[in-house]
């Protein structure tokens, strides 16, 4: 199983991206997306998750401008990002609970995406 995200980039404060993420592999079901972020010195936090079924939960500093969401046809997940504030510049990783086809769940990582928020 791989997770491959990508639309990370420099955007204006102020500003959006969108950040995808794929899974792809011996996928049985994917259970809990989530999105993780590090900024330079600091531990890596979680920013938002949503479950299969589609239910989302974000952390308090990105209520309001950030969007999780799914399309469990694609295997993918999304972070559209909007109001874009230089404290939001980070790697951001995605991450999912995956059953494969042993029946087990196990957690996978993306690779991580740079998001520079800067004028």
């Known amino acids: 199983v791989q997770l491959q995200a990508s639309g990370g980039g420099l955007v204006q404060p102020g500003g959006s991206l969108r950040l995808s993420c794929a899974a792809s592999g011996s996928i049985v079901r994917i259970n809990a997306m989530n999105w993780f972020r590090q900024a330079p010195g600091k531990q890596r936090e979680l920013v938002a998750t949503?479950?299969?079924?589609?239910?989302?939960v974000y952390t308090d500093s990105v209520k309001g401008r950030f969007t999780i969401s799914r399309d469990n046809s694609k295997n993918t997940v999304y972070l559209q990002m909007n109001s874009l504030k230089p404290e939001d510049t980070a790697v951001y990783y995605c991450?999912?609970?995956?059953?494969?086809?042993?029946?087990?769940?196990?957690?996978?990582w993306g690779q991580g995406t740079q998001v520079t928020v800067s004028s």
């Open positions: 991450n999912a609970r995956i059953m494969t086809i042993t029946l087990r769940n196990n957690d996978y």
């Open positions: 949503i479950t299969n079924g589609g239910s989302p």
